[in-house]
């Protein structure tokens, strides 16, 4: 992942670090400039009112005067490629993907359909266990990435993997 790109950040990343109530965790391990976008907002607002208190920190930080992520809005050839998106993807993902493709920023997502795509296009990706590895240059040691993947897990994050040992290697 190129160290200078932003990352246009989903709702299921920024979900799961909410889950584990750790956002400022990924913008951290990120170290980089991160964005949403206004459907990605409204998903979570959506979890929000469907129960998902978990969200409702990452809702208000969010939408809040100091969030770590700026909301960027379609401009309009993204808006062609959203349009085309959402034929295959919800709209969070396919808001963040069309401005990943066209401003050449990174993905931030674990939808494996998006991902897919994202990939087939050439742009990069990053999601939850890489930013949980990232997270390791800043001090986190194994035992606490185990432990807040595992919260994660538990709140309902489908993860690649179990454990993170062997990425610690």
């Known amino acids: 992942m190129n ?6 950040c989903n709702t299921t990343l920024l979900s799961n670090f909410a889950a584990a109530k ?3 965790l990924l913008t ?3 170290d980089r400039p991160l964005c949403t976008t206004p459907e990605v907002v409204s998903e979570i607002s959506d979890g929000v009112q469907a129960g998902y208190s978990h969200l409702n920190a990452l809702e208000t930080s969010l939408l809040g005067e100091n969030s770590p992520l700026q909301i960027v809005s379609l401009e309009p050839k993204e808006l062609v490629t959203f349009r085309e998106l959402r034929l295959r993807l919800h709209a969070g993902e396919a808001s963040c993907l069309a401005i990943a493709l066209h401003r050449h920023y990174v993905l931030g997502t674990d939808d494996l359909a998006a991902r897919k795509l994202a990939k087939a296009k050439g ?3 990053i999601g939850t266990v890489g930013a949980l590895i990232l997270a390791r240059k800043i001090g986190l040691s ?3 990435a ?3 993947l595992q919260e994660m897990i538990d709140t309902g994050y489908r993860s690649p993997v179990k454990q993170l ?3 610690w290697k």
Not at 3 to 8: D, E, L, R, S, Y
């Open 123 to 125: 742009v990069d990706v």
């Open 22 to 24: 750790r956002t400022e």
């Open 142 to 144: 194994l035992a606490e």
């Open 165 to 167: 040992d062997e990425f």
């Open 28 to 30: 951290r391990a990120l």
């Open 3 to 8: 160290a200078a790109k932003t990352v246009v």
């Open 146 to 148: 185990n432990s807040i």
